[in-house]
């Protein structure tokens, strides 16, 4: 009898014993991946898009794992991509940047493509992708309810003034960029002056020829105009 139940006893500790080892070599499967902030808003209607150059924030890749349940950051483990890459980046550290470029709202994804524990063991391979909006606010405006903005910018790495004609625009290239709203139909004349050893390089946006200077705009809407001093 005692031979009986002594190799019970055997049975059971071994198949415990066989149980916790397939356990305990299990690997760690990813299951889910959620982006922190999961939407971030870039600049104000007020705010013209050019202006939100540069705007950053950092995101967090937070994966849920099963055997065992937990939740770790892995944020530098997954491939980020942005899906407007005009509008907002996102570099290989889930550093996300407004471009300045355009507005509207773009999906930035943070993707495992194979699915690992700690210890290097391959688990299910599935790929696993979390999301997050990023918003870059259109401009409409001011606020002063004169009517369409023009929003004025500058490029090269020369310096100089822009004013125009009706007054209401007056503006420099240390400041970027500048806008101001005109009653809708309104023709302006756009007049730059390089300062210093600052050559006029020519415009983007004018009606009138890329090299002509001034440059002529009639603003039926919110316009953005470009001058480059070289």
């Avoid at 996102?90 to 495992?112: F, K, P």
């Avoid at 020369?158 to 007054?167: D, F, L, T």
């Avoid at 004018?206 to 002529?216: F, K, Q, R």
């Amino acid at each position: 009898m005692k031979g009986k139940w002594l190799s019970l006893v055997v049975l059971a500790f071994t198949a415990a014993t066989l149980l916790n080892s397939a356990s305990c070599g299990h690997s760690q499967e990813l299951v889910s991946i959620q982006i922190q902030p999961p939407v971030q808003t870039f600049g104000a209607s007020n705010i013209p898009v050019p202006l939100d150059t540069g705007l950053q924030v950092q995101l967090r890749a937070l994966g849920t794992y099963v055997h065992p349940p937990v939740t770790k950051d892995i944020t530098d483990q997954v491939a980020w991509v942005s899906n407007t890459t005009q509008m907002v980046t996102v570099n290989s550290t889930g550093l996300a940047t407004a471009t300045g470029d355009t507005c509207g709202n773009t999906l930035i994804s943070a993707t495992v493509n194979t699915n690992s524990d700690a210890s290097g063991l391959s688990s299910s391979g599935a790929i696993i992708t979390g999301y997050m909006t990023a918003n870059v606010v259109c401009f409409t405006g001011n606020g002063t309810g004169a009517g369409p903005a023009l929003t004025l910018t500058f490029a090269g790495s020369g310096a100089g003034n822009v004013s125009s004609m009706p007054s209401g625009l007056s503006c420099s290239s240390a400041a970027g960029a500048c806008v101001t709203e005109f009653p809708a139909g309104t023709e302006i004349t756009l007049l730059a002056t390089p300062t210093g050893t600052s050559t006029f390089g020519g415009w983007t946006g004018c009606a009138s020829s890329p090299s002509t200077n001034p440059c002529t705009v009639t603003l039926e809407a919110n316009t953005t105009v470009t001058v480059a001093f070289n």
